[in-house]
């Protein structure tokens, strides 16, 4: 979006969108929303960006558009204003950095998803810039305290449109049917992904939100595995993942189920236990720490991610 006029005012101050701000202060789209709200003048609510009463007092505004529909705009003098002048747009930033913009993964995950794009690679050493992640800017680190390897990446990755596509993906932020968004195009989601259509990123077509999670978890952890695997017993009951390594059966139990599913999972829990088979159960409490979750039951199994 360009700049516009207001007409409301008899000095015609110059007014722009966020991003046309973020443009004009040569900083990441997604930095400077991160900023305005760390500022405290625009806050999020359900799928929208708001104005709050500090946003409106630096001359923060609406306006509607048939192609954006409902947007913030700011006055051209901010440009001037001494807190966004005092951006570093030039700051190099880590996965952990990264989180600032989808706090809902973990710096592992956003570490496998940049490994999965090719960027970098994991080794004994830590993670080890790519020639392809050299490309994008990455730079080679160590750390002075642990010797390990890490990378660092220009601040503007961020709103590397590959980058965020996928990052978006794999962040709760997505889950959940979305519907027009009242505001700007949205930066912090991605408007591809709903529950009805669970695609996960190596192509398994899901049936939960859940499953989706845990399908993507185990394929960026390099873990190959089946989905709806058939048990090794006479009853004609399948497992949601299977891990060849380790002969391990992972099952997502569902918040709400019908009771002949329920009684389908009681079963196969009862099948586990009988034959000794190794099984995780996942279930919707776990999201937002299945990193932790699924590593350290995996680890019991000697499985290391």
């Given at each position: 979006m360009t700049r516009i006029d207001s007409s409301n005012s008899s000095s015609s101050v110059s007014l722009m969108s966020t991003t046309a701000l973020a443009k004009q202060l040569d900083i990441p789209v997604q930095q400077l929303f991160a900023t305005l709200k760390d500022y405290g003048w625009i806050e999020r609510h359900t799928d929208a960006w708001f104005l709050t009463p500090k946003g409106q007092f630096e001359g923060g505004d609406y306006r509607d558009s048939k192609r954006f529909g409902r947007y913030i705009v700011w006055p051209s003098t901010l440009e001037g204003h001494q807190l966004l002048a005092a951006i570093e747009s030039n700051q190099r930033i880590t996965a952990g950095a990264m989180r600032r913009y989808y706090p809902r993964l973990h710096p592992r995950q956003i570490n496998r998803a940049l490994a999965e794009l090719g960027l970098q690679q994991h080794s004994i050493l830590g993670w080890e810039?790519?020639?392809f992640g050299k490309t994008l800017g990455g730079q080679q680190e160590e750390s002075e305290d642990s010797g390990a390897f890490y990378v660092t990446w220009p601040h503007e990755i961020i709103d590397h449109p590959v980058i965020h596509r996928e990052l978006s993906k794999q962040s709760d932020q997505i889950h959940g049917k979305r519907r027009a968004l009242p505001g700007e195009p949205?930066?912090?989601?991605?408007?591809?992904?709903?529950?009805?259509?669970?695609?996960?990123?190596?192509?398994?077509?899901?049936?939960?939100?859940?499953?989706?999670?845990?399908?993507?978890?185990?394929?960026?952890?390099?873990l190959s595995h089946a989905y709806q695997?058939?048990?090794?017993?006479?009853?004609l009951l399948q497992a949601d993942f299977y891990l060849p390594m380790g002969n391990i059966y992972i099952d997502c139990w569902e918040a709400d189920v019908s009771a002949h599913e329920l009684s389908s999972r009681l079963r196969k829990r009862e099948l586990y236990i009988h034959h000794g088979l190794r099984h995780i159960e996942i279930s919707p409490d776990d999201v937002e720490r299945l990193d932790e979750v699924l590593g350290r039951r995996l680890l019991s199994f000697g499985i290391r991610c």
């Open positions: 810039l790519t020639a949205d930066l912090f989601g991605n408007e591809e992904s709903t529950p009805s259509d669970c695609v996960g990123i190596d192509g398994h077509q899901l049936q939960s939100v859940l499953q989706m999670r845990v399908c993507d978890w185990l394929y960026l952890a390099q695997r058939s048990l090794p017993v006479e009853d």
